[in-house]
């Protein structure tokens, strides 16, 4: 009578007679294993960057919004700094912008001086024009 083998199927050979797995196909189980691991590890390095940039994109209009913001506040600042009191006078520098606008006790700035000196040469002109007119009219 036969023996049978200890895993209960028939027709396997005993455990004795069995043919060793070849050095060759232990290696290619072990390069499969490590590009398994390998792609593993890429998988989780894209789920990561995958859940990064949903953040970012979550994040995006907030930023989209500060920088408009910014940008209306720069644009303001410049109109502000570059705004003039008279029309004859140049920009305002903005070394000589005092840091307190107040108007009692306040010393003028050079570019507001100038512009003034400007203005009161300007309306002497014009007044010495006029008299020159009116007394020429009276002859």
């Not at 840091?99 to 006790?105: D, E, I, K, S």
């Not at 050079?110 to 007044?127: I, K, N, S």
Request: glycine letters at 2%; proline letters at 4%; a positive charge.
């Amino acid at each position: 009578m036969a023996f049978t083998s200890p895993s209960g199927r028939r027709g396997s050979k005993p455990a004795s007679t069995r043919t060793r797995v070849s050095p060759s196909l232990d290696e290619d189980r072990l390069r499969i294993e490590r590009d398994l691991q390998e792609l593993r590890r890429k998988e989780a390095e894209l789920r990561r960057l995958e859940e990064l940039k949903k953040k970012e994109m979550a994040e995006l209009p907030r930023k989209i919004a500060e920088r408009e913001k910014k940008q209306r506040e720069m644009i303001r600042e410049r109109a502000l700094s570059t705004a003039t009191d008279d029309v004859f006078g140049k920009r305002r520098d903005k070394r000589h912008v005092p840091l307190r606008v107040t108007t009692a006790g306040r010393r003028m700035t050079l570019p507001e001086q100038r512009a003034a000196r400007v203005q009161f040469l300007m309306l002497c002109v014009v007044l010495t024009f006029i008299l020159i007119m009116l007394w020429k009219s009276i002859h």
